[in-house]
Each structure stands twice: as structure tokens, then as C-alpha cells.
């Protein structure tokens, strides 16, 4: 319960600042001229990247699920690579690739002879390039939860939807598809949590949205208290996002009443269809990560950071400390979740889990900002009492710290770690348990010497996501890291920021490259159970 109180203290603290009023009527100000190209930009960006996500996951999956084609191995694992690049890296490399100066517009005006005005090129600096930059890069959630959905029910249901007349086409809208929608609705919720917490690529592209907005009460107008209540509009959209699915599935229910879960074994596919099915996933592997892959690596060689040397290991070694501390401890505080939980099924456990599961659906701006607030106040009490007791300001000792920024992340990302280690620890039967108490041991005793050394494959892969959620966090390290401290994610969008893109390729592709390693391990999980 202590754990769960100190995960839901941001965002209490940010809801404790809803009704209060913002210093030099701010929010009015913010109301009155923003406010509404904020809703309106956030409302478009989540039904463009739902869409889209929603279209591209869920093609390629039936394609890779239900279909049998050169390639097809090497697609069931590898269209997960694009959840390795971060959206603000995406935004980046395609920037440089098609803006006036860039390779794609140079060819095209040597190609054809063209000058400045005399063709129409795409602005991928909108809102509707920020939207397809999310897709590429999000689109695989919905893929991964919809082709484990597929697989699920490929075994009977399709065979008895071909006995009832259906073709392939009716079988996938009329029976595949409806089953499925659960996983999808899933993929989609988490892609729209994606878009609702980025800052770098909507900030880059300059799209104004609630999260551009936190930042710009924060430091520019230095309204807490504003920032809190932008904070707490975001936070409403996620929560819509979160029930909106669940309110308009009713009362229907998507049950697997058959015991047969064979996975199908695919339709076999040759000549101009099988090219067809090949480029359909070619086609979203290459944009979500050769092209942006391969560009930051061209960048990397060719350009680079200019203080590559003993300044990026000093970037690189202030990421992955962070980094490791975090994940670290958040596969502690899981295992005790966890364990808890499994002990004691009772509603302020069960509660307490649910509410670390919160974090997760809470954007990093946010968060940033629930964790401030109330540690500049702790920090001034502090200091106060320290005034009274010695006579010496000693500061502010956990503001723009180490260890307020490890809190944070945190908060942010526990629900990652305690979601993977209750998924392995619910497969330890309890007879494990009775077993190891018979002989003696406590219950401590039994995490200690049973648990955990069964459970060590899976809290490796709980704190590897961990990491790499933590490299990657833009937002919450902006605004909370210490002073003169930096990482390779704000290297990386301070240098794109300043248009020095081809400087920013070498912390980019770091990041990228880090963020392959879980995708590794996802990958050979989805092998597995492809020949299940």
C-alpha cells in the first residue's frame, strides 16, 4: 500500500491543483487563445494515429497469421523493430530525407529540371505528418496483441466458418475480426497513450498540443499551477481513451468456447499474390525502420556528433545509470507487488496493483509536473528546519536531483516490470508454495529460495523493458533532470531542436540500437509460439 500511495502521488498532486487559481490569471489567457487548437490538435492526432495503427496492425498480422509466403518467418518477428525507434528519432530522419535540401526533393529537382515553386511537395512538419510519424512507430502494439488473437482462435473457428460457406474475406469481417477486437482495442488504447505522452516529435513539428502546453506554462510563463490543470486535461484524455472501447462494446462478450487452438496453419500463397503479401509487410518494416534505421546509421558514419569522444560516454553513462537504477528498482518493487498480491488475495492488494497500473497511462509531462510540485514543497520545509536547527540554507536538496528524476520514472514505468513479473509468477503453481512451507521455509524464504530463481528469465525481461523505457523517456527528463546533466534522448532533441540533425544521429542511433536488444527477446518469444 506505502508503494502504490508513493506511484499515485503525482497525480494527486497535480488533481490537488485543478480548482486552484493560476498566478496572473494564466489560465484564462491559456483558455481564452490556446485551449481550444490544443483539444482540437490532440482530438485530431488520436483519431488519425487509432486509425492508422488500428489498419496497418491489424493487416499485418492476418497477413502474417492466416498466410503462407516467401518471407513470412522473417515478417512474424521482425514488424516489431519500428517499437525500438523512439517518434521523436522518427521525426528526425524524415525530416532530413524530404525537406527542401534533403536527398528526396534534391533528386527530384535534378531529375526533372524543377526549381523552388515549380512542384508541390508534401510538408511533413504538420499535423498529418506528425500522425503518420506515430503510426510507424506505434503500429506494432496493435500488431503484436492482434496476431497473439489470431493465433488464439485460428484453430476451429475458421474451420467452422469455412464449413458454414463464409470465404476467406467474410471469415476475417464476420468472425476473426469481431474476436479480435479486444486485442486490437488494446493495441490502439496503448499507441493513443504513445501519442498523448510524446513531447519531441509534436514539439519538433511545432503541433500544438496539451503536452507542448504543460512546457510552455512551465518555463516560459512559470505558472505551476497552470501547468497542473493542462496536466490534468491531458490526463482526462487518456482516461477517455482508456473506457471509451470498453463503453461502446456493451454488453457483447468474446469468448473461446472451443478447446481447439492449433494455430492455422496458413494459406499458401504464389505469384503475384504472394508479391502482394510481401510488400504489404515489406512496406511498413521499411518505413518504421530500415528507412529512419539506416539513415541515422549513413548519418552516424558519414557526420556525426562533433563531441563524440569523452562528451557522449559522459551522456551515455548518465543514461544508462539512470537507466539502471530505475529499472533496478522497479523489478524489486515488483516482485514485492507481486508476491503480495499472490499471498494475500485481498481488495487493498488487489487495489494497490491497480493503481501502479496507472503510471503507465500517465504522459511523462505529467508526471514530471505531479512530481515537482510536491517535492519543491518537502524540499522547502526542509530546508527551513534546517535553517531553524543550524543556521544555514542548505538549498534545495531533491529538487532537480538524481533521485526526484528516478522517482519519476518510476511512476511512469513500474506497471511494466509488475505486469511481466505477475504474468511468470501466476505460471508457478501454489503447490510450490504448500510445498516449500511444509518444509519449513517462511514466505520470505519461499520468494527467496523458489520464486525468484524460477521467475529470472522473466525479471531480466521485465527490467530490460524497463531500461529501454527509461533511455528513451523524453518529457519527464527535460523537465526534472538535474543541472548541466543530460542524456542521449535530450542530447539527442536539443541537437534536432537547433537543426543539427546529422550531430543528433550518433545519440539517436544509440537509443535506437539499445531499444533493439528487449525487441530480440519479444522476437523469439513470437518464434516460439509460431511453432507451438
Known amino acids: 500500500m506505502l508503494i502504490a500511495a508513493l506511484v499515485a502521488a503525482p497525480v494527486v498532486s497535480v488533481g490537488s491543483n485543478v480548482f486552484l487559481g493560476g498566478t496572473g490569471d494564466t489560465w484564462s489567457h491559456l483558455a481564452s487563445t490556446v485551449l481550444p487548437e490544443y483539444v482540437m490538435t490532440t482530438l485530431w492526432l488520436c483519431i488519425g494515429v487509432g486509425f492508422g495503427a488500428a489498419a496497418l496492425g491489424v493487416g ?56 523552388r515553386g515549380d512542384y508541390w511537395f508534401p510538408d511533413v512538419r504538420t499535423t498529418g505528418g506528425a500522425i503518420v510519424m506515430f503510426i510507424l512507430v506505434l503500429y506494432p502494439y496493435v500488431y503484436l496483441l492482434a496476431r497473439t488473437a489470431f493465433l488464439e482462435r485460428a484453430g476451429g473457428m475458421l474451420e467452422v466458418s469455412r464449413s458454414l460457406g463464409l470465404g476467406a474475406w467474410e471469415s476475417f469481417f464476420r468472425v476473426s475480426l469481431p474476436l479480435a477486437r479486444p486485442a486490437i482495442a488494446g493495441g490502439v488504447a496503448l499507441a493513443l497513450m504513445e501519442t498523448l505522452a510524446d513531447y519531441g516529435t509534436v514539439s519538433y513539428f511545432a503541433v500544438q498540443t496539451f503536452t507542448t502546453g504543460i512546457y510552455r506554462a512551465w518555463f516560459s510563463l512559470g505558472d505551476r499551477i497552470a501547468a ?71 548519418m552516424a558514419l558519414t557526420e556525426g556528433d562533433a563531441q563524440f569522444g569523452s562528451r557522449f560516454v559522459q551522456l551515455a553513462g548518465n543514461s544508462f545509470t539512470l537507466a539502471a537504477l530505475a529499472s533496478a528498482l522497479a523489478v524489486m518493487l515488483a516482485i514485492v507487488l507481486a508476491y503480495a498480491n499472490r499471498i494475500y488475495r485481498s481488495v487493498p492488494t488487489l487495489l494497490a496493483t491497480r493503481v501502479v497500473g496507472l503510471g503507465y497511462a500517465v504522459p511523462g509531462s505529467v508526471i514530471a509536473v505531479g512530481v515537482l510540485i510536491p517535492v519543491t514543497r518537502l524540499d522547502n520545509a526542509l530546508a527551513q528546519l534546517i535553517v531553524h536547527v543550524t543556521g544555514s540554507n542548505p538549498g534545495l536538496l531533491l529538487t532537480g536531483s538524481v533521485a526526484a528524476l528516478v522517482f519519476a520514472y518510476l511512476a511512469r514505468f513500474l506497471t511494466v516490470a509488475l505486469q511481466t513479473v505477475e504474468a511468470s509468477l501466476g505460471k508457478i503453481t501454489p503447490s510450490m508454495d504448500d510445498a516449500a512451507r511444509s518444509l519449513g521455509h517462511t514466505q520470505g524464504e519461499t520468494l527467496r529460495h523458489v520464486h525468484v530463481p524460477l521467475l529470472r528469465g522473466s525479471l531480466l525481461t521485465a527490467g530490460l523493458l524497463v531500461f529501454v523505457d527509461v533511455m528513451k523517456e523524453l518529457p519527464a527528463t527535460l523537465v526534472m533532470r538535474p543541472f548541466n546533466f543530460d542524456t542521449l534522448a535530450t542530447q539527442a532533441y536539443t541537437l534536432a531542436a537547433d537543426e543539427r540533425l546529422a550531430e543528433a544521429s550518433t545519440s539517436a542511433l544509440t537509443i535506437v540500437a539499445v531499444g533493439v536488444l528487449p525487441l530480440i527477446v519479444l522476437s523469439r518469444q513470437i518464434a516460439q509460439s509460431r511453432r507451438a
Open 228 to 298: 497542473a490543470q493542462l496536466s490534468m486535461l491531458l490526463l482526462g484524455f487518456v482516461v477517455l481513451v482508456l473506457t471509451l472501447e470498453r463503453v461502446t462494446r456493451g454488453r457483447a462478450r468474446f469468448h473461446n468456447t472451443t478447446g481447439r487452438r492449433k494455430p492455422h496453419g496458413g494459406r499458401p500463397l504464389h505469384g503475384w499474390r504472394a508479391a502482394l503479401a510481401f510488400a504489404g509487410c515489406m512496406v511498413p518494416l521499411t518505413l518504421g525502420f530500415l528507412v529512419p534505421g539506416g539513415l541515422l546509421l549513413e
Open 60 to 115: 499485418a498480422a492476418w497477413l502474417t497469421t492466416m498466410l503462407d509466403f516467401p518471407g513470412r518467418r522473417v515478417f512474424d518477428w521482425a514488424l516489431v523493430l519500428p517499437l525500438a525507434v523512439p517518434a521523436y528519432v522518427m521525426a528526425y530522419t524524415y525530416t532530413d530525407l524530404l525537406q527542401f535540401v534533403g536527398p528526396v526533393q534534391t533528386w527530384l529537382r535534378e531529375a526533372f529540371g524543377w526549381r
